[in-house]
């Protein structure tokens, strides 16, 4: 996925309902796992330094090393039982 983190050191990687529409639930920070890389290293510079459920707004999202233009982040889901 492609995020806009220009001005920002986090960008969200995923509401509720784009979590539900992949993964055909709602996520559970109880078990759940979302683990996210910058894709493209050399071109943006930035580190992604944690990923973050915020219950208020239902968001996951990824925490970066610092701002920067357009992003690319590669994830992987991990859903437990």
Same mark, same amino acid.
């Given at each position: 996925?492609?995020?806009?983190?220009?001005?920002?050191?986090a960008?969200?990687? &995923?509401?509720?309902?784009?979590?539900k529409?992949?993964?055909?639930?709602? &996520?559970?920070?109880?078990?759940?796992?979302i683990? +996210?890389?910058?894709? !493209?290293?050399?071109?943006?510079g930035? =580190? +992604?330094?944690? +990923?973050? /459920?915020?219950?208020?707004?239902? *968001? %996951? !999202?990824? *925490?970066?090393?610092g701002t920067?233009?357009? %992003?690319? =982040?590669? /994830?992987? %889901?991990?859903?437990?039982?």
């Amino acid at each position: 996925m492609v995020r806009n983190a220009s001005g920002f050191n986090a960008v969200m990687v &995923f509401g509720p309902e784009q979590f539900k529409e992949i993964a055909g639930r709602a &996520f559970d920070n109880s078990k759940d796992c979302i683990s +996210v890389i910058n894709a !493209d290293g050399n071109a943006t510079g930035a =580190l +992604v330094m944690g +990923v973050i /459920y915020d219950p208020n707004t239902k *968001h %996951i !999202d990824a *925490h970066l090393s610092g701002t920067t233009g357009a %992003i690319r =982040l590669n /994830y992987i %889901i991990t859903l437990g039982a």
